[in-house]
């Protein structure tokens, strides 16, 4: 047996990667207060976005279950704001400057990508 699939599923997840870093890209140019220095910086925090929403998002979301049932999720769109600001904290060349920009930020990163990756993947 050959790591074909295997082969497969690593350039679909770094194709979905280059997605995101286009998303951010245009959010970037679509939110004052998100500036991005070029492609690499992005590739970098969509690579590091996507980790940080594989891992530690779940256990957030799990920690915050009675502020979710709550806030009928909406609590939701403050932490996806503040997983997005602390990864600009640690990618050089992305910046997001405070929780309002944040918070628009990844709802509309979200949207974004979800189109991008609908139309393109």
Do not use: C, H
Request: glycine content about 12%; cysteine-free; proline content about 3%.
């Amino acid at each position: 047996m050959t790591g074909g699939g295997r082969d497969k599923s690593l350039i679909g997840l770094i194709w979905r990667m280059v997605l995101n870093a286009i998303a951010l890209l245009v959010v970037a140019r679509l939110i004052n207060g998100i500036d991005i220095a070029g492609f690499w910086p992005a590739f970098v925090a969509a690579v590091l976005l996507g980790v940080v929403n594989a891992v530690i998002r779940p256990i957030i979301i799990f920690l915050t279950l009675p502020l979710q049932v709550v806030t009928l999720g909406l609590i939701t769109i403050v932490i996806n704001g503040l997983l997005l600001w602390g990864v600009s904290s640690v990618v050089e060349g992305f910046y997001v400057r405070g929780l309002w920009p944040a918070m628009v930020g990844s709802l509309l990163l979200g949207i974004i990508s979800t189109i991008l990756t609908a139309v393109l993947a």
